[in-house]
């Protein structure tokens, strides 16, 4: 027996108020659809048909190679939209889930109890349900004498004694497919577009319709506005953090932390309040993030310490330290206890062992070597209007404060380079590299300036001093 699952993502999502497609929309760094999706990957499904419609271009560009589409010519409904999906599913498939794209809280356990359910005894169908003392908009559920689905009534089409059922359709099904194309042909068209609802199959069935109740109506949630996406989020933030912490993460403000899905964190570490990460994020064991650290598709060795600091596809080995203040940009790398401190941006730079960029630097397209210290106020000057050029910096280097290296240029080991310098030329090893005018001076210069100020004072008002 083969499993399929088409998903639809058809919709415009109206309610959203967005240029995007609604299944687009992240929640934890990631696409809403793509947690439906890796849910019924975990839980079995062989193949996966999303029917797209509304920004089918992009919506088909977020999702991955191995996952079929299907586009839906005109939105009429989760009844076209579904029979769309299934004509395109391989017909190995005879067990069928259908879910919606915009339910990111739903969990592979689930989808593998509905699946168990489903073939625990003959069905053309097995809807899963939640129960809540008022279940609002959605479509109720009507069971028969015996406890079978007998059908689902929209609220606008519902009984008094039905709106009071607490039973709801949470849109995701397991059917027996060809139970279901069958269904699916003559269903009744409602509304100026003639649109046909998913629901209205159950009782054309040819079999019975069983159902499973939700153990959690949370994760049968769907998003249908920026609200709903927000509650989504948190839930989701909830689980990531809750997996952190019982693997050994410590987060003293859990509340305040913010996790992307697929974030890695070893024992021991620390993430204070404010911290971010984000994308294809690694820490090591042992650190302490935060606060106020945002961390986006970077890799953070042992035992370090990032503070304040921002850091985009930056790699830190062990013992390194970033803050506060920091600004790590793409292609930066932080070799073993090298640190990069307050008000310093690095960008596509190497600091080698132990080396320090302390305070109020910008050091760009630069390798700077083992126990250098960059002095307060440097800048590598890469950028010569038209290409970007390397600095390269030796080993055991000390420079003055306010130097600028204009590159290409180079630094010896041991050398070192006086403060205020503009280092045009290449400085040997073990040398002193200089570059600024001599100073010079003027002996009673100030009391000299004042008296030559007051005399242009009172030429102004009309007097004479002469």
Known sequence: MSLGAVVLAAGQGVRMKSARPKVLHAVAGR???????????DAGADRIVVVVGHGAEAVRDALPPDVEVALQERQLGTGDATRVGLAALDPACDTVLVACGDTPLVSPELLRRLVEEHRSEPRAATIVTAVVPDAGAYGRVVRDAGGRVAEVVEVRHATPEQLAIGEYNTGLFAFDRAALAAALEGLERHGPDGEVYLPDALPRLDGPVGALVAPDPEETSGVNDRVDLAACEAAVQRRLRAELMRGGVTMPAPGAVYLDAGVRVGADTVLLPGTHLRGDTAI????????????????????CEVVSAHLVQAELAEGCRAGPFAYLRPGTRLERGARAGTYVELKNSRLGPGAKVPHLSYVGDADVGEDTNIGAGNITANYDGFRKHRTHIGARVRTGSDCVFVAPVRVGDDAMTGAGSIITDDVPEGALGIARARQSVIEGFTARAAARAREAAERARGGDTR
């Open 284 to 303: 090591g064991g042992g650190c302490v993030i935060g606060p106020d650290a945002v961390v986006v598709d970077s890799r953070i060795g042992e035992g």
């Open 31 to 41: 696409p809403m659809i793509a947690w439906v999706l890796g849910a019924l990957r």
